[in-house]
């Protein structure tokens, strides 16, 4: 055998031998592991938590397990998000037979505890007709809107009331200052345009604080 035919046996021996690891790695190529991890839902009070998922394989089905249980397809980008789920430790598993992987999901960070409402201030901010030129021979409502300074959050009940009527609704008092739903009553009426204005007094409380206000009407002329 001559020295070029030795050379031609050899060479596809060597393509094959270079040629095996690359095949190899590739079968050796490890399924995309995930993450999940448990947040606080923003801009929820009560706070709601949701379970993020990420990282997985595109439309692969996760299963999750925990405080409550379900099943959900990752989008085409591996991820995945769950609103409004229990508080807890969650697991998702991926894959099926010795390609199952289980993915741990980190806690959510803890919540401090809210803090007590305490109510410093009470103000009524305004009162207005519509239109603001009224007809003075007549009853017009006057609608009288307020505002709570303080600290905390919380629900707070609180009082309106003025020309014989009262009202005590509550609101979700957010530090520093929280307004009130608007509170509407109707004014006393004159007898001819030559009388005094007529005048609303209206009374804002809750817990220790008040305020009060007087709310002359504009008259059409005329009225």
């Keep these: 055998m001559n020295r070029r035919a030795r050379y031609a046996l050899l060479a596809p021996l060597l393509v094959t031998a270079v040629a095996m690891p690359s095949t190899m790695a590739a079968r050796a190529a490890p399924a995309p592991q995930g993450a999940c991890k448990l947040v606080v839902a923003p801009g929820t009070n009560p706070v709601e938590y949701d379970l993020v ?53 980190t806690k959510a960070p803890r919540t ?32 009288f809107q307020g505002k709570f300074t303080g600290t905390g959050t919380g629900e707070v009940d609180y009082f309106w009331s003025g020309q014989g009527k009262q009202a005590a609704p509550s609101l979700k008092f957010n530090a520093p200052e929280t307004p009130t739903g608007p509170f509407v009553v109707k004014s006393p009426t004159r007898a001819a345009p030559t009388e005094p204005a007529p005048k609303v007094v209206v009374n804002l409380s809750a817990d220790n604080v008040a305020d009060s206000l007087t709310f002359t009407l504009t008259c059409a002329p005329g009225t």
């Design 53 to 105: 998922m990420t990282g997985f394989k595109g439309g692969q089905l996760l299963r999750v397990s925990g405080p409550e249980e379900f099943q959900r397809n990752a989008d085409g980008a591996g991820s995945v998000t769950e609103e409004d789920v229990k508080k807890g430790a969650y697991t998702v598993k991926s894959g099926w037979g010795k390609n199952e992987l289980t993915t741990g999901c």
């Design 112 to 143: 401090p505890a809210p803090v007590k409402v305490r109510i410093t201030d009470a103000d009524i901010t305004g009162a207005s007709t519509t239109p603001a030129a009224v007809d003075c021979s007549k009853p017009q409502n006057v609608t």
